[in-house]
């Protein structure tokens, strides 16, 4: 079975401060990697994903994570953060072949100061 | 209209009634999925279809049922409501593998 753990439950940053949400996974088997966003009173979206290739997935809004399969991580990164990006941030995975379910991190709340 | 709608968007019931939840996509997918969201545990996967004919429990399906009424709908019940299920449900769908998942609007139970 696959597992998630984010390991920052909220990260307040400054506006225009660079930004790094934490993402481990756990799994016996070749996975996908995805980082969603959900705003306020809203539903999630997809902010990227990491399926093969590049280890460095980017994103819209200006994110980017990187894929480090030794470490095991999913690290989503933004050199400057707006307001606009006050969210919820959640890692998910999902194993390469076979059933394929999302398994969600517990998720990160970003806070942006201004 | 948006790909994926959830009804109601919120919803407030007493304890031991069964409320249904509704689900309908135009995307086109097979796969359907229901979530819930609680504060600091994430999403947890409750039941999921990936065609008409198939129905699968999730990690947390004890208290819930599903019925995959068409390809675009996917309705979630509880059969006897208790305060422990108030949370934020989500339905989702996808594509085949790797493609990501496309979340409804959510909707808000609370059970009094």
């Known amino acids: 079975a696959q597992s998630v753990t984010q390991l920052d439950s909220q990260v307040p940053v400054f506006e225009e401060a660079p930004v790094e949400l934490r993402c481990n996974y756990s799994?016996?088997?070749?996975?996908?990697l995805f980082w969603y966003v959900q705003y306020p009173n809203q539903g999630l979206q997809l902010l990227l994903k990491?399926?093969?290739?590049?280890?460095l997935v980017k994103g819209i809004n200006g994110f980017e994570a990187e894929f480090n399969k030794s470490q095991t991580s999913f690290h989503l990164r933004k050199p400057s953060v707006h307001i606009s990006d006050t969210a919820e941030y959640f890692c998910a995975v999902t194993r390469f072949q076979g059933a394929q379910k999302l398994v969600f991190g517990q998720g990160t709340r970003l806070t942006i100061n201004p | 209209d948006a790909d994926v709608t959830q009804t109601p968007r919120n919803r407030i019931t007493k304890t031991g009634k069964r409320i249904m939840l509704e689900c309908s996509q135009t995307k086109g997918h097979d796969r359907m999925y229901w979530y819930r969201q609680d504060p600091g545990l994430g999403l947890r996967l409750i039941y999921y279809s990936f065609d008409v004919k198939d129905i699968n429990k999730g990690e947390i399906s004890d208290g819930y049922s599903v019925s995959r009424q068409a390809q675009a709908k996917f309705s979630l019940s509880l059969e006897s409501a208790i305060p422990n299920q108030t949370a934020l449900y989500f339905c989702a769908t996808s594509e085949e593998q790797g493609y990501g998942y496309t979340f409804g609007s959510g909707t808000r139970l609370t059970v009094v």
């Open positions: 990491y399926l093969s290739g590049s280890t």
């Open positions: 799994s016996s088997v070749s996975v996908y």
